[in-house]
């Protein structure tokens, strides 16, 4: 029977067809989670006294393929960050997929291949799933959702509640990278942006600074919204005042281009690998020794500090020693020509 | 980045800033008694918020938010408009991205989109222009707003389109100007502004000899500034030294841009296109004459609101806004009535919070009237 | 209306319609230099030009005399303030 090249109702169905697809893409990539045939569930053992973190994200990018990566990375990386920023180690994940009816199989086949590489770049496997096919217009291509757990060892207690004067704030990298490189992903402007998504996963990272000072008070990865709206997250919900140096905040040149360019700021622009950390003031050179010496935080470097007043406000200090409030915005920012 | 860089360096803002300080107190300014300076346009706002420039400056200077905000001051029934053509089939509506979020009565384009209109943005109104060409079968709209910065890219499509015999392209004009919108401003009754710092861009078009009558008849220094921290606090300077010398003059900080006498090639297209309308109507200041343009009869095969018949409307503002009062300098936003309460970048009710150029939604974004302020170091 | 951006011409790619590729902050796009360049045959003096880019159009050329002039006016008018000051600290 000549295998179909496009994604079609029959697929979803349940039967023969759905199995065909499952084994020839999905399992062909992920791999059999274990030898007792493929259940309904996965299932694995948990030490007494761990506690399981578990989170679950939907993707729905457009378009699917982006300088630096696409959307079946960008669904590993972003499930294994937020259980990495916790403090987790990520342990696994689930794959459910809503397709277009037409897709092409090709391109169904790059994304799960680019979800399986990532997968195994974090160390984490993909053991569990669901595919529905959807009527074409349904769905726009493709929607990807992964949801995942892992265990948070005894002693790690990370939240955005923990920020506390005298603390220092961390970037792990280049801010603004990922909004940069998609901001004309669909090629509307017309710009050559010589950018790429920094989207990666962060476990291996937190793995580190852990190791460095298992008493992290903040982190998250500075997703929709960017690194000012993180920041903001940790001022709200401790109560304190972030006191930030703009000139130490890390920006690519190619990246303040482009915002220039475009009327934006790349402190709201999105990251999909960099992190934002609220480290105890006396750990910061341990913490920042030991991300520098690992490739996702080669340029980590500190750009503020924390303090009591004024509550809730991430304040930055410009070059020219003068201060204003970094404020969350209410909804995307859009190229202005004014 | 060169041209740009070289004009963000503190030591350099520090010196003007002293020469700031040592003429205003020559000059017997106080913080009761301040010198009241008014910066047009969106983007000198924009600088002086982001760089914290009015921590710099002594408190004898006060710098007033001017309507240079093209955005900002585009009535509701032009939105209305946009959103009418753009829910028509056959039409692919283009846009900037500043026009966006504007509300209409109805709703804004970026709500239109989302209920599926084909609104698509630009950056340039040449990629209207393209999208016209790859899709001869649809009807693409450019929605051209701006000041004098602007008309000439969009006279220069119109004429490029013209020579192409494109029967698919059309524009819909909101262009507006800004010498005839300052002189509406200056008379204003008790109108407190003592000096100006003048546009930047729209002045590398029309030159400098346009604001002639802004020193000449209503006695008020203007500086042409640049848009870099350095250009405004030069400008500052600039105008300082005037009052010190007893001048009153239209001057020119930004000569590295700006000819006195603009760009004849631009101001040719514009006028080749282009012609004033009798009145135009904006958001905030009401209906002042001959502040904006059409589509000359010529080219009234690419002047959508001939094309589809589009009859203006006129949607007031809703009567709790202050955006007049803020505009000519009497409040400051955080004054307003409605300022953080039912009027925010969210739900914008006036014109000067629908745009992040607009003074009101600076000061929203920038926490003021909101946090406590932040000190200069 | 501002966003104006300085941007360096690289290379012209539609001499007829005074098109070229602008490196704008690291960025290229084509720029429409009609406004700035007289001609088409002028097309070939633009590479290395720079030009201020507006939505797509150069509108200005940059006077890079009057932007050195600017800064040189700053740096002298810094050092004068010296001078005053250490004039001043030595009557003290």
């Keep these: ?338 | 980045m060169q041209y740009v860089n070289e004009f963000r360096d503190p030591e350099k803002a520090q010196v003007l800033i002293r020469e700031i300080q040592g003429l205003t107190e020559e000059l017997g300014a106080t913080s009761e008694s301040p010198i009241r300076i008014m910066e047009v346009c969106g983007g000198h706002t924009h600088t002086i918020f982001k760089f914290g420039l009015e921590q710099l400056l002594p408190d004898s200077i006060e710098l007033i938010h001017g309507p240079g905000c093209p955005v900002c001051v585009l009535p509701m029934g032009r939105v209305d408009d946009c959103v009418a053509l753009a829910e028509r089939e056959e039409v692919i509506l283009t846009t900037f991205g500043d026009a966006m979020r504007v509300p209409g009565s109805r709703k804004s384009l970026l709500q239109a989109k989302a209920d599926g209109a084909d609104v698509r943005m630009v950056y340039s109104p040449a990629d209207a222009l393209k999208l016209a060409q790859q899709n001869p079968e649809r009807e693409v709209v450019f929605f051209g707003l701006g000041f004098e910065t602007t008309m000439p890219s969009t006279a220069l499509t119109v004429l490029q389109a013209a020579s192409e015999g494109l029967s698919n392209f059309s524009l819909l004009c909101n262009h507006i100007t800004i010498p005839q919108t300052l002189q509406a401003l200056l008379d204003t009754p008790d109108l407190r502004i003592d000096a100006f710092i003048g546009p930047g861009h729209v002045s590398m078009v029309i030159g400098t000899e346009a604001y002639g009558f802004i020193a000449a008849q209503y006695g008020k220094p203007l500086v042409v500034s640049g848009f870099e921290p350095l250009d405004v606090l030069q400008s500052v300077w600039m105008i300082l030294r005037q009052m010190q010398s007893g001048r009153c003059e239209v001057e020119n900080q930004y000569r590295r841009v700006v000819p006195d006498s603009g760009n004849p090639a631009a101001q040719n297209a514009v006028a080749q296109v282009f012609e004033l309308r009798e009145f135009c109507e904006w958001r905030g200041l009401g209906s002042i004459a001959q502040s904006g343009v059409q589509l000359r009869k010529e080219y009234a095969a690419f002047d959508a609101e001939h094309k589809f018949r589009v009859a203006p409307q006129q949607v007031a503002d809703p009567k709790e806004c202050q955006c007049g009062e803020v505009l000519q300098g009497r409040i400051k936003p955080p004054q307003c009535r409605v300022f953080g309460t039912a009027c925010t970048p969210q739900t914008p009710l006036g014109a000067l919070m629908v745009s992040s150029e607009g003074a009101c939604a600076a000061y929203y974004n920038y926490g003021i009237g909101r946090h406590p302020e932040p000190q200069a170091a | 209306m501002c966003l104006g951006i300085p941007g360096q011409v690289v290379e012209v790619t539609d001499a007829e319609k005074r098109i070229a590729l602008v490196d704008v902050g690291g960025i290229k796009r084509p720029i429409n230099l009609a406004c700035v360049v007289e001609s088409p045959e002028a097309m070939s003096e633009a590479p290395g030009m720079w030009v201020l880019v507006h939505v797509g159009f150069a509108m200005s050329r940059i006077n890079e005399e009057e932007a050195h002039k600017t800064l040189e006016l700053l740096q002298e008018l810094g050092e004068l303030q010296e001078e005053m000051r250490n004039a001043a600290a030595q009557v003290a």
């Design chain 1, 1 to 338: 029977m000549k295998r179909s090249s496009t994604i079609t109702l029959a697929h979803g169905s349940g039967g023969r067809a759905t199995r065909e697809l499952i084994d020839s893409v999905l399992l062909k990539h992920f791999g059999k989670p274990d030898q007792s045939g493929l259940q309904d569930q996965a299932l694995f053992a948990v030490e007494a006294q761990a506690r399981l973190a578990f989170t679950t994200d939907s993707f729905v990018v457009n378009p699917l393929f982006f300088p630096g990566g696409d959307i079946g990375k960008l669904a590993v990386t972003g499930t294994v960050n937020d259980l990495a920023v916790g403090g987790a180690t990520p342990l696994m994940l689930s794959c459910a997929m809503i397709l277009e009816e037409g897709l092409e199989l090709e391109v169904l086949e790059q994304v799960v291949q680019s979800m399986a590489r990532t997968a195994e770049e974090a160390g984490v496997s993909i053991v569990t799933g669901d595919t529905k096919v959807v009527e074409r217009g349904a769905a726009d291509r493709m929607f990807l959702n992964t949801s995942g757990v892992g265990l948070v060892p005894h002693g790690v207690h990370i939240a955005s509640y923990r920020a506390t004067p005298g603390d220092q704030v961390l970037v792990s990298g280049f801010v603004g990278d990922h909004g940069a490189a998609i901001v004309d992903a669909r090629g509307e402007l017309h710009l050559d942006i010589p950018v790429q998504s920094d989207c990666q996963p962060l476990n291996g990272l937190m793995q580190v600074m852990l190791e460095a000072c298992p008493d992290l008070h903040c982190v998250r990865d500075a997703t929709r919204g960017g690194l000012a709206t993180v920041l903001n997250e940790f001022a709200s919900d401790s109560g304190v005042c972030l006191g930030l140096e703009e000139s130490r905040i890390p920006v690519r040149e190619v990246v303040r281009g482009v915002c220039e360019l475009l009327g934006l700021d790349p402190l709201y622009l999105a990251n999909e690998g960099t992190l934002a950390a609220i480290v105890p003031g006396d750990a910061t050179e341990q913490v920042l020794e030991a991300m520098r010496r690992h490739p996702a935080g080669r340029e980590a470097c500190r750009i503020g500090e924390v303090r009591e007043a004024p509550g809730q406000t991430v304040l930055l200090r410009t070059p020219f020693g003068t201060e204003r409030v970094l404020d969350v915005l209410y909804g995307d920012q859009l190229p202005r020509i004014c």
